[in-house]
Protein backbone atom coordinates (compact mmCIF):
# COMPACT_ATOMS: atom_id res chain seq x y z
CA UNK A 1 0.00 0.00 0.00
CA UNK A 2 1.57 3.37 -1.03
CA UNK A 3 0.94 6.79 0.48
CA UNK A 4 -1.86 7.71 -1.65
CA UNK A 5 -3.82 4.81 -0.80
CA UNK A 6 -2.78 4.62 3.07
CA UNK A 7 -4.37 8.83 2.76
CA UNK A 8 -7.89 6.86 1.71
CA UNK A 9 -7.79 4.65 3.85
CA UNK A 10 -7.65 6.93 6.56
CA UNK A 11 -9.83 9.07 5.09
CA UNK A 12 -12.49 6.52 5.11
CA UNK A 13 -11.67 5.57 8.65
CA UNK A 14 -11.79 8.90 9.82
CA UNK A 15 -15.29 9.74 7.92
CA UNK A 16 -16.84 6.66 9.26
CA UNK A 17 -16.01 6.88 12.61
CA UNK A 18 -17.74 10.61 12.82
CA UNK A 19 -13.95 12.22 12.80
CA UNK A 20 -13.82 15.82 12.21
CA UNK A 21 -11.32 17.06 9.62
CA UNK A 22 -10.17 20.34 10.74
CA UNK A 23 -7.46 20.70 8.38
CA UNK A 24 -6.58 18.89 4.88
CA UNK A 25 -3.38 19.83 2.88
CA UNK A 26 -1.61 17.58 0.43
CA UNK A 27 1.15 16.54 3.22
CA UNK A 28 -1.27 15.86 6.22
CA UNK A 29 -4.19 15.95 8.01
CA UNK A 30 -5.54 17.62 11.18
CA UNK A 31 -8.57 15.81 12.48
CA UNK A 32 -10.75 15.94 16.04
CA UNK A 33 -11.22 12.45 16.74
CA UNK A 34 -14.62 11.21 17.84
CA UNK A 35 -15.33 9.68 20.90
CA UNK A 36 -14.97 5.96 19.69
CA UNK A 37 -11.99 7.24 17.45
CA UNK A 38 -10.48 8.33 20.74
CA UNK A 39 -11.18 4.95 22.72
CA UNK A 40 -9.60 3.09 19.75
CA UNK A 41 -6.68 4.93 19.30
CA UNK A 42 -5.28 7.03 22.21
CA UNK A 43 -4.21 5.03 25.08
CA UNK A 44 -6.70 6.65 27.86
CA UNK A 45 -8.60 3.76 29.59
CA UNK A 46 -8.72 5.76 32.72
CA UNK A 47 -9.52 8.87 31.67
CA UNK A 48 -12.42 7.58 30.03
CA UNK A 49 -13.08 5.76 32.66
CA UNK A 50 -13.27 8.69 35.26
CA UNK A 51 -15.12 10.81 32.55
CA UNK A 52 -17.88 7.91 32.23
CA UNK A 53 -18.08 7.58 35.96
CA UNK A 54 -18.74 11.20 36.78
CA UNK A 55 -20.69 11.69 34.08
CA UNK A 56 -18.67 14.76 32.77
CA UNK A 57 -18.25 16.41 29.28
CA UNK A 58 -16.30 14.13 27.00
CA UNK A 59 -13.23 16.07 25.58
CA UNK A 60 -11.64 13.93 22.43
CA UNK A 61 -8.01 14.39 21.26
CA UNK A 62 -6.83 16.19 18.07
CA UNK A 63 -4.75 14.32 16.07
CA UNK A 64 -2.55 15.33 13.24
CA UNK A 65 -1.18 12.53 10.95
CA UNK A 66 1.50 12.80 7.97
CA UNK A 67 1.79 11.10 5.00
CA UNK A 68 4.63 13.43 3.46
CA UNK A 69 7.69 13.34 6.07
CA UNK A 70 9.52 15.83 4.22
CA UNK A 71 6.91 18.47 4.66
CA UNK A 72 5.30 18.40 8.22
CA UNK A 73 3.30 21.13 9.79
CA UNK A 74 5.44 23.60 11.61
CA UNK A 75 3.21 24.92 14.03
CA UNK A 76 1.89 22.05 15.52
CA UNK A 77 2.45 18.36 16.66
CA UNK A 78 2.58 15.68 14.01
CA UNK A 79 3.28 11.88 13.72
CA UNK A 80 4.25 10.45 10.60
CA UNK A 81 1.81 7.56 9.01
CA UNK A 82 3.16 4.88 7.26
CA UNK A 83 2.28 1.26 6.39
CA UNK A 84 3.62 -0.56 9.08
CA UNK A 85 3.52 2.09 12.17
CA UNK A 86 2.16 1.49 15.38
CA UNK A 87 -0.81 4.14 14.83
CA UNK A 88 -1.62 2.61 11.21
CA UNK A 89 -2.04 -0.86 12.93
CA UNK A 90 -4.22 0.75 15.84
CA UNK A 91 -6.32 2.49 12.53
CA UNK A 92 -6.66 -1.06 11.27
CA UNK A 93 -7.48 -2.72 14.54
CA UNK A 94 -10.36 -0.47 15.25
CA UNK A 95 -11.70 -0.61 11.50
CA UNK A 96 -11.80 -4.45 12.26
CA UNK A 97 -13.93 -3.71 15.37
CA UNK A 98 -16.24 -1.01 14.06
CA UNK A 99 -17.01 -2.62 10.79
CA UNK A 100 -15.93 -6.04 11.08
CA UNK A 101 -18.91 -7.09 8.69
CA UNK A 102 -21.59 -4.35 6.70
CA UNK A 103 -24.59 -5.11 4.55
CA UNK A 104 -24.96 -2.53 2.25
CA UNK A 105 -27.16 -1.91 -0.90
CA UNK A 106 -26.41 -0.02 -3.76
CA UNK A 107 -28.16 3.38 -4.10
CA UNK A 108 -30.36 3.86 -7.65
CA UNK A 109 -28.91 6.09 -9.90
CA UNK A 110 -30.67 9.04 -11.93
CA UNK A 111 -33.68 7.84 -13.87
CA UNK A 112 -33.72 4.32 -12.61
CA UNK A 113 -34.89 5.20 -8.85
CA UNK A 114 -37.88 6.46 -10.43
CA UNK A 115 -38.47 3.90 -12.53
CA UNK A 116 -42.02 1.71 -11.79
CA UNK A 117 -40.24 -1.55 -12.97
CA UNK A 118 -38.69 -3.73 -9.70
CA UNK A 119 -35.11 -4.90 -10.24
CA UNK A 120 -33.17 -7.24 -9.05
CA UNK A 121 -29.70 -7.11 -6.80
CA UNK A 122 -26.84 -9.29 -7.35
CA UNK A 123 -25.10 -9.94 -4.11
CA UNK A 124 -21.61 -9.97 -3.76
CA UNK A 125 -19.16 -10.70 -0.87
CA UNK A 126 -16.51 -8.42 -0.06
CA UNK A 127 -13.47 -9.67 1.66
CA UNK A 128 -10.02 -7.29 3.01
CA UNK A 129 -7.01 -9.44 4.26
CA UNK A 130 -4.04 -7.81 5.83
CA UNK A 131 -1.06 -10.10 4.02
CA UNK A 132 2.17 -10.65 6.11
CA UNK A 133 5.16 -11.31 4.76
CA UNK A 134 7.30 -12.16 8.22
CA UNK A 135 11.17 -13.13 8.69
CA UNK A 136 13.38 -11.13 10.28
CA UNK A 137 12.16 -8.18 7.68
CA UNK A 138 8.19 -7.63 7.47
CA UNK A 139 6.00 -6.33 4.55
CA UNK A 140 2.87 -5.80 4.73
CA UNK A 141 0.06 -5.32 2.20
CA UNK A 142 -4.02 -5.34 2.01
CA UNK A 143 -5.88 -7.56 -0.62
CA UNK A 144 -9.28 -6.62 -1.57
CA UNK A 145 -11.11 -9.38 -3.08
CA UNK A 146 -15.06 -9.67 -4.23
CA UNK A 147 -17.18 -12.87 -5.23
CA UNK A 148 -20.15 -13.14 -6.68
CA UNK A 149 -23.01 -14.97 -4.77
CA UNK A 150 -24.66 -16.07 -7.87
CA UNK A 151 -22.03 -16.84 -10.38
CA UNK A 152 -18.84 -17.46 -8.81
CA UNK A 153 -17.06 -14.71 -10.18
CA UNK A 154 -14.05 -13.18 -8.26
CA UNK A 155 -12.72 -9.56 -8.83
CA UNK A 156 -9.14 -8.38 -7.39
CA UNK A 157 -9.03 -4.80 -5.91
CA UNK A 158 -12.72 -5.66 -5.03
CA UNK A 159 -12.74 -2.01 -2.85
CA UNK A 160 -12.06 0.51 -5.73
CA UNK A 161 -14.80 -0.97 -7.40
CA UNK A 162 -17.44 -0.64 -4.57
CA UNK A 163 -15.65 3.04 -4.14
CA UNK A 164 -17.87 4.29 -7.90
CA UNK A 165 -21.34 3.42 -6.18
CA UNK A 166 -23.12 5.35 -3.21
CA UNK A 167 -24.52 2.74 -0.85
CA UNK A 168 -28.00 2.56 1.70
CA UNK A 169 -28.13 0.23 4.56
CA UNK A 170 -31.78 -0.41 3.42
CA UNK A 171 -32.91 -2.07 0.37
CA UNK A 172 -34.07 1.19 -1.50
CA UNK A 173 -37.78 1.22 -2.83
CA UNK A 174 -38.81 -1.58 -6.02
CA UNK A 175 -35.82 -3.31 -5.22
CA UNK A 176 -34.99 -7.37 -4.33
CA UNK A 177 -32.44 -9.21 -3.68
CA UNK A 178 -31.15 -12.16 -6.18
CA UNK A 179 -30.81 -15.53 -4.35
CA UNK A 180 -27.09 -16.17 -4.02
CA UNK A 181 -26.20 -19.96 -5.36
CA UNK A 182 -23.72 -20.63 -3.00
CA UNK A 183 -23.22 -19.95 0.69
CA UNK A 184 -21.16 -17.49 2.60
CA UNK A 185 -18.50 -20.61 3.86
CA UNK A 186 -18.55 -21.15 0.46
CA UNK A 187 -17.46 -18.42 -1.64
CA UNK A 188 -15.03 -17.89 1.40
CA UNK A 189 -13.45 -20.66 0.11
CA UNK A 190 -13.19 -19.82 -2.90
CA UNK A 191 -11.44 -16.29 -2.62
CA UNK A 192 -8.56 -18.24 0.21
CA UNK A 193 -8.23 -20.68 -2.73
CA UNK A 194 -7.64 -17.70 -4.90
CA UNK A 195 -5.77 -15.55 -2.61
CA UNK A 196 -3.39 -18.98 -2.31
CA UNK A 197 -3.13 -19.74 -6.30
CA UNK A 198 -1.69 -16.19 -6.20
CA UNK A 199 0.68 -15.99 -3.30
CA UNK A 200 2.06 -19.13 -4.84
CA UNK A 201 2.99 -17.72 -8.01
CA UNK A 202 4.66 -14.57 -6.73
CA UNK A 203 8.12 -14.27 -6.48
CA UNK A 204 9.64 -15.67 -3.32
CA UNK A 205 13.22 -14.26 -3.85
CA UNK A 206 12.66 -12.62 -0.41
CA UNK A 207 11.96 -16.38 1.35
CA UNK A 208 15.02 -17.92 0.16
CA UNK A 209 17.56 -14.53 1.11
CA UNK A 210 15.85 -15.34 4.55
CA UNK A 211 16.95 -19.06 4.47
CA UNK A 212 20.22 -18.08 3.74
CA UNK A 213 20.28 -15.40 6.73
CA UNK A 214 18.53 -17.97 9.01
CA UNK A 215 21.49 -20.66 8.01
CA UNK A 216 24.12 -18.29 8.49
CA UNK A 217 22.96 -17.22 11.82
CA UNK A 218 22.86 -21.12 12.88
CA UNK A 219 25.76 -21.46 11.92
CA UNK A 220 27.33 -18.82 14.02
CA UNK A 221 25.58 -20.51 16.50
CA UNK A 222 26.88 -23.95 16.01
CA UNK A 223 30.57 -22.14 16.17
CA UNK A 224 29.52 -20.22 19.51
CA UNK A 225 28.29 -23.76 21.22
CA UNK A 226 30.48 -26.52 19.13
CA UNK A 227 28.80 -30.13 20.00
CA UNK A 228 30.90 -32.61 22.53
CA UNK A 229 31.22 -34.36 25.36
CA UNK A 230 31.97 -31.21 27.79
CA UNK A 231 29.16 -29.13 26.89
CA UNK A 232 26.95 -28.58 29.67
CA UNK A 233 23.57 -29.16 30.40
CA UNK A 234 23.21 -25.21 30.61
CA UNK A 235 25.07 -24.70 27.41
CA UNK A 236 23.17 -27.27 25.54
CA UNK A 237 20.03 -25.79 26.41
CA UNK A 238 21.34 -22.35 25.88
CA UNK A 239 22.19 -23.79 22.65
CA UNK A 240 18.55 -24.84 21.78
CA UNK A 241 16.90 -21.55 23.36
CA UNK A 242 19.13 -19.33 20.31
CA UNK A 243 18.49 -21.66 17.48
CA UNK A 244 14.38 -21.58 17.94
CA UNK A 245 14.85 -17.49 18.46
CA UNK A 246 16.81 -17.49 15.08
CA UNK A 247 14.48 -19.91 13.23
CA UNK A 248 11.65 -17.55 14.91
CA UNK A 249 12.79 -14.72 13.45
CA UNK A 250 14.77 -15.64 10.58
CA UNK A 251 12.16 -18.39 9.01
CA UNK A 252 9.98 -16.75 5.94
CA UNK A 253 6.33 -17.14 6.29
CA UNK A 254 3.43 -15.36 4.81
CA UNK A 255 0.79 -14.51 7.52
CA UNK A 256 -3.04 -13.76 6.16
CA UNK A 257 -5.40 -12.20 8.34
CA UNK A 258 -8.86 -10.80 8.07
CA UNK A 259 -9.53 -7.38 8.27
CA UNK A 260 -13.19 -7.32 7.10
CA UNK A 261 -16.14 -8.53 5.11
CA UNK A 262 -18.90 -7.16 3.77
CA UNK A 263 -22.46 -7.84 1.74
CA UNK A 264 -23.02 -5.78 -1.25
CA UNK A 265 -25.94 -5.54 -3.42
CA UNK A 266 -25.37 -4.47 -6.56
CA UNK A 267 -27.94 -3.32 -9.77
CA UNK A 268 -25.70 -4.73 -12.69
CA UNK A 269 -23.36 -7.03 -10.87
CA UNK A 270 -20.36 -5.02 -12.19
CA UNK A 271 -20.35 -8.20 -15.13
CA UNK A 272 -19.99 -5.37 -17.88
CA UNK A 273 -16.94 -3.27 -15.47
Known amino acids: MDQIALRNFTERYLEANGCRIMESTPSYLHTQLSIEADKDL ?116 FADELHCFKWTLKLPEKRYTLSPRMTIQEAVGEIEYFLTEELTEEDHEWAEDAHKRLNEELEQVNAYFPDGAKQTDEQKSAKTARQRECIWQYHPRIEVDLVSAGLFYLENGLQNQ
Request: aromatic share 16%; charged share 20%; net charge positive.
Open 42 to 157: VNRPYYWMYVEKMNLPANPLQLCFVFDPENPPEDRRAEYLFYGSPRFRQLLRSAQKQGKFVRLYQEPSGWSQFSSQSKGYTPWLSVHYLVSYVCDQKKDRVSSYGINLQTGQIKTD
